[in-house]
């Protein structure tokens, strides 16, 4: 199985600063490589649809109707999606100190809640954060969720979204889940409905 990871909204608690009050962190998860290449293949040929072939699927950067598109596009491919809604908001700032922290914890609490979804799984995080802390987060969820023999995570990398369509999808999918929490612009949101197999929230 293969999945690929992608988050929006920051990791302050700042509300007064303009922090975001929720972060959103996405999963997409592939069956098998044949579901996972088909579905790139078929956010390459919507690529060449819109004419722009070096378009990079960002939902924060693209136009409306590219957002639409995609997202239509998008209900018909052979993917489940989870996502994890925080209310930063209901969280102590003072147990998650840095970005890391806060981060860690996060993935944690979606990787644990979506585990259902996933056994022996390759996961694909979009390239941030550095190779020390991409280390520690990949031995933090080792140790979280392969319990009992069960071996659901097998390996985690990291790609570069421009290289990568399938972290665009997590991206789209995660923005439209964002957006309906943030400001209850839902539009997106149902859209991809059909591909989200459930939107937990923490805390709960």
Known sequence: MLVYVDETGDTGFKFADNSSRYFVIAL??????????????????????????????????????TRQAFLTRMRQAEFTAFALVVDKQKLSPANLPDRAAFYQAVCGV?????????????????????????????????RKINRSGEERIRKVKTLKSAGSSLIQ????????????????????????????????????
């Open 28 to 65: 997409v998860v592939f069956a098998g490589q044949e579901q996972a290449d088909s579905t790139s293949q078929q956010i390459d040929a919507l690529r060449h649809e819109l004419r722009t072939p070096n378009i990079e699927f960002h939902f924060a950067k693209n136009k409306r109707s």
């Open 110 to 142: 979606a990787f644990e809640k979506a585990s259902y979804l996933f056994r022996e799984a390759d996961i694909y995080f979009d390239e941030g954060g550095g190779e020390k802390f991409q280390k520690k987060l990949d031995s933090h969820l080792r």
């Open 169 to 204: 999808l997590a991206d789209m999918v995660c923005g439209a889940v964002f957006r309906a929490v943030e400001s209850g612009e839902s539009q997106y949101r149902d859209i991809i409905q059909p591909r989200l197999d459930a939107m937990a929230e923490w805390p709960e």
